[in-house]
């Protein structure tokens, strides 16, 4: 039997319920099967597509939160996008060493730069001496984004995130992949959909502009899939099997833990004072957090003292906000590490706080907005110790500049912690029935693909 070709379509926030105002992909799971996904934990962007994307849990890919944590050097590094930092090989990678002859395609993955996928693109600004940013995309091949370009125009990176994100860059990703592959269809690709993050978080899961963007995000699915499907159909004639991840569920929000205001009270953080504000100490502190949606990691500098872990721990159990607090063999548990104490290569905390899913918890750690750092009112994804969704807010009084607001009270939706009691609250749909048989994790799709394709 010839191996199909293989789409995958990773879907942020896409739920259940969301079919009903999506009818390209409902009618895809009636000619197919949809069941329930377990997102893994924790549901956070980078970790749910490194999962997808290598078969194992975080504490066997090593991507733990949306940043990076380097303890020796107590340095932070927030989004960035090397595919080297995967500690377990991606499914590309599996499916080259089991068929050298497939061609592969990672489109838009976050932490995907200079993966060896036969067709790669994803956002790579070019930083000018000037101090000046020229849009552009790295690709593989290199020329491809010229081509690209030329064809739909500059990659809209101001509509992939901040306060006028919206379905421009979803569109530009889907078309700009179709374009790519029009030569020669690759025999399995991977493609993320950003869409339905946005308004779900700004104004809420359940609120109209979140489900309008349901509608808005299956047009460009329809599109999609047909024009693959013609592709595929004349090139080669092969099966074309369409497959698609939601990576989370986005949940309601009404309250903010803010994790580093609590260390710094209690005497654990430290700051500098900067004539740009103060600024988060990380070498100085005894504890400081790494706060990302609904999971803040909380790095020791003394990483093996039971006694500090307790002490540090003990701040935040039984606080408002707060469902778990894990430490030692919670956190192996969790899948999170190996080890139930961190050491130097470990990049999970020593201290694991999950929120309940009403609550986010906010990367701030100045106790008075006038000290805030000159990077917390723009959008800065790179220097803040943490996730900012108020990046999708700006202030309109302060236009024509761009001021992102403080009021933690504007964000009205979340995603990240695990609901033990339903841990299969996404959705996976296939379009074939015999894929879709019954709940799934997000770690077995690597496998299914694995067999679909070498078989």
Request: charged share 20%; with cysteine.
């Amino acid at each position: 039997m010839t191996a199909p070709h293989v789409l995958l379509l990773s879907i942020p926030g896409l739920r259940a319920e969301d079919l009903a105002r999506m009818p390209t992909l409902a009618a895809l799971a009636e000619e197919g099967g949809s069941v329930p996904l377990d997102p893994g934990f924790p549901a956070v962007t980078c970790p749910v597509q490194a999962t997808l994307t290598t078969g194992v849990l975080p504490a066997a890919h090593g991507i733990v939160t949306n940043g990076l944590v380097d303890r020796p050097a107590h340095h932070l590094e927030m989004w960035i996008s090397p595919d080297r930092v995967h500690r377990a090989p991606r499914i590309w990678d599996q499916l080259k060493a089991a068929r050298p002859d497939l061609r592969t395609a990672a489109w838009f993955l976050l932490q995907s730069k200079h993966a060896t996928a036969d067709l790669v693109c994803l956002p790579a600004p070019k930083h000018n001496a000037d101090g000046t940013e020229t849009m552009w995309c790295h690709t593989n091949p290199e020329p491809l984004y010229a081509t690209l370009r030329e064809k739909l125009g500059e990659f809209p990176l101001h509509k992939f995130w901040g306060p006028i994100a919206g379905i421009e860059s979803s569109r530009w990703i889907a078309r700009s992949f179709i374009e790519a592959a029009r030569p020669a269809p690759p025999d399995f690709a991977v493609v993320y959909l950003p869409h339905l993050d946005y308004a779900a978080q700004r104004t809420g899961p359940d609120s109209p502009p979140a489900l309008a963007a349901c509608g808005e995000l299956d047009a460009e699915i329809a599109t999609l899939i047909a024009e693959y499907r013609e592709i595929v159909a004349t090139q080669d004639g092969k099966e074309l099997v369409v497959l698609v991840a939601g990576e989370y569920r986005i949940r309601p929000v009404a309250h903010t833990l803010f994790p580093n205001r609590m260390l710094r009270e209690a005497g654990l953080l430290a700051v500098a004072e900067t004539p740009d504000g103060e600024i988060l100490d990380i070498a100085a502190s005894t504890a400081w957090a790494l706060a990302d949606h609904q999971i803040s990691h909380i790095y020791l500098r003394e990483a093996a003292n039971r006694t500090l872990i307790e002490r540090v721990a003990g701040h935040f159990r039984g606080r408002a906000g707060v469902a778990r607090v894990l430490t030692g063999d919670d956190i192996v548990t969790a899948g999170l590490a190996a080890t139930a104490l961190q050491d130097q290569e470990s990049r999970c905390g020593d201290i694991v706080i999950e929120s309940t899913p009403d609550s986010w918890q906010a990367y701030y750690y100045w106790l008075d907005d006038a000290k805030a750092p000159a990077f917390a009112r723009t959008i800065d994804i790179h220097r803040k110790p943490g996730y900012d969704p108020l990046e999708l807010h700006v202030d309109r009084s302060k236009l024509p500049a761009v001021s992102i607001p403080l009021d933690t009270s504007l964000v009205k939706g979340s995603h990240g912690a695990r609901d033990l009691a339903n841990p299969h609250e996404t959705i996976f749909i296939a379009s074939r029935p015999d894929l879709a048989s019954r709940p799934l994790a997000m770690h077995e799709i690597a496998r299914l693909i694995l067999s679909l394709s070498t078989t």
